[in-house]
């Protein structure tokens, strides 16, 4: 099994940044395309942004579109998520996800992905 380990979450006022990090275990973290998700109090989980194994690749949603940030670094066995310029709906239990099974285009489903993080918590205040 591959745990991911993520940290980072907190509280910030609105157009403050936060770097969430997510640590993977294993020696093949190269392999998988790393994605961000999120989920708001009473909403549905969504896509936030993917990353292919690379790095080379990128797939953000609309709503943080040149506002969020994905990064990894292979080396280290570890993915980040730069948020800037935060909103307060925004706020959310971030989770971090693995896709063991990349395909020709980044997974933007929950389903697609195998492993997951345990959640971290993005408060943005008024």
């Known amino acids: 099994q591959v745990q991911l380990v993520e940290s980072g979450g907190g509280l910030v006022q609105a157009g403050g940044s936060l770097r969430l990090s997510c640590a993977a275990s294993g020696r093949t973290f190269s392999s998988y395309v790393m994605g961000w998700f999120r989920q708001a109090p009473g909403k549905e989980r969504e896509f936030v942004v993917g990353i292919s194994e690379s790095g080379r690749s990128t797939t953000y949603a609309d709503s943080v579109k040149g506002r969020f940030t994905i990064s990894r670094d292979n080396a280290k066995n570890t993915v980040y998520l730069q948020m800037n310029s935060l909103k307060p709906e925004d706020t959310a239990v971030y989770y971090c996800?693995?896709?063991?099974?990349?395909?020709?285009?980044?997974?933007?489903?929950?389903?697609?992905?195998?492993?997951w993080g345990q959640g971290t918590q993005v408060t943005v205040s008024s």
């Open positions: 996800a693995a896709d063991a099974k990349p395909a020709r285009f980044i997974a933007t489903t929950g389903v697609e992905y195998d492993y």
